[in-house]
């Protein structure tokens, strides 16, 4: 199994930048892509950022350029680095992993708890 705890949320003026953090921990070595999701009132949660095992990485639109997701294997630490924060981006945002599940190769995702990221006018 793997645990993921997320933070670093809070509260932002608009133009600012916040680092979230996701820990992991528990057999994280077989975890082949992470991602960051948010989810507004009254919205469905949606991508913001994904990072394969192979260092691949996807944006949704409305955030390229600003977010950039990375990840520090030694310390089993996913991030989100948000830059030029705008209202819009106020929302919970998850961290996700995605795992292989021996022996059939069965494919499972984990999920964090959530932090919250307002961004102020």
């Known amino acids: 199994q793997v645990q993921l705890v997320e933070s670093g949320g809070g509260l932002v003026q608009a133009g600012g930048s916040l680092r979230l953090s996701c820990a992991a921990s528990?057999?994280?070595?077989?975890?082949?892509?992470n991602g960051w999701y948010r989810q507004a009132p009254g919205k469905q949660r949606e991508l913001v950022a994904a990072l394969t095992s192979g260092g691949i990485t996807n944006y949704a639109d409305s955030v390229k350029g600003r977010f950039t997701i990375s990840r520090d294997n030694a310390k089993n630490t996913l991030y989100l680095q948000m830059n030029s924060l705008k209202p819009e981006d106020t929302a919970v945002y998850y961290c996700n992993a995605n795992k292989v599940i021996p022996p059939l190769g069965t494919m499972y995702d984990y999920w964090g708890q959530g932090t919250q990221v307002t961004v102020s006018s």
């Open positions: 528990g057999s994280t070595f077989s975890i082949i892509a």
